[in-house]
């Protein structure tokens, strides 16, 4: 799928592509989330640090985009996406980092927090299958998606990756800036699943159709955690997969949430880990204790990018 010039900039110049609404002209500035024309990328990488399904040998072709809809307080990505360090790229240039993760061996190609560029994505994905792109496209997003925009993704994804961060709307106003975020999340997830069908893997293993939701498991908050998973049991039974991750680090301004200063405890993730499994989840992967370090956040140095 190919987006014309005026069907582009159409969405571009009155943005409604993720649930804020917010209506900028992104042709001449930058919406809400910190994106304008053009897509501003901060890493392109080979990451092995995500789920085997979607690492193979080598890792994920990770493409790390700038800026984002939500507000998080706690993001360990800030720098990118509260800060929007980053080169902005063309289409046809985005498509070409593409081809080059492809070259590089990748098992996916992983977009990591793609919300607010899915019109220069979809036309990346176009200009780079031109050119012999075959990799899996997975959309890592953090769940807060507007269903028109999923939609336009559905001949460019194959693998959706969404988060699930919060049940409670205390929570998510107080710690991302969207009270509305379960609300909005959940319908997204549903038309994720919709869209992406059950999983599929490969003969390698990896993962080339369907939907992986991830829950990070906040400090004080397992019982919201425990919820998300009675909702998730709920809607899909073992027909997504599931990853839950201990790897919340204090960072960005995480201090200034009294709750929010300290790292998980083991019974804290364990407890939402058991409950997992005696709902009945199989298809689940667990996090070490260990991967809650500052040391498994990227550099953002644009690496790769040109």
């Not at 425990?226 to 809607?235: G, P, T, V």
């Amino acid at each position: 799928m190919l987006l014309a010039k005026e069907a582009r900039d159409s969405l571009l110049a009155n943005c409604q592509l993720c649930p804020r609404q917010c209506g900028a002209n992104r042709l001449l500035g930058k919406g809400a989330c910190g994106g304008g024309d053009r897509a501003v990328v901060a890493k392109v990488s080979l990451h092995p640090w995500e789920e085997p399904v979607l690492t193979g040998e080598k890792g994920a072709g990770t493409v790390f985009f700038s800026g984002c809809s939500l507000r998080c307080v706690f993001c360990q990505n800030y720098e990118i996406s509260h800060q929007e360090k980053g080169v902005a790229v063309s289409d046809e240039e985005l498509g070409r980092l593409f081809l080059r993760q492809q070259a590089a061996g990748a098992a996916v190609l992983d977009l990591v927090t793609p919300t607010h560029y899915a019109p220069q994505i979809i036309n990346g994905i176009y200009f780079a299958r031109q050119e012999g792109l075959s990799l899996p496209v997975a959309y890592n997003s953090s769940g807060y998606e507007a269903i028109t925009a999923l939609e336009m993704l559905k001949d460019s994804v194959d693998v959706f990756l969404p988060d699930l961060k919060y049940y409670d709307s205390s929570l998510s106003g107080q710690y991302s800036g969207a009270p509305d975020y379960f609300a909005v999340a959940s319908g997204a997830i549903e038309k994720m699943v919709e869209l992406a069908g059950p999983p599929v893997l490969n003969d390698a293993g990896i993962m080339t159709g369907g939907v992986l939701v991830r829950h990070m498991v906040l400090p004080g908050a397992r019982k919201d955690s425990m919820k998300l998973l009675d909702w998730l049991w709920s809607e899909f039974g073992d027909d997504i997969y599931l990853s839950l991750m201990s790897q919340y680090t204090p960072m960005y301004r995480a201090k200034e949430f009294p709750k929010l200063t300290r790292r998980l405890t083991t019974f804290e993730y364990e407890s939402v880990t058991d409950y997992a499994a005696g709902l009945g989840f199989t298809r689940c992967f667990v996090q070490e204790r260990s991967s809650a370090d500052a040391a498994y956040v990227p550099d953002w140095d644009d690496a790769g990018v040109f």
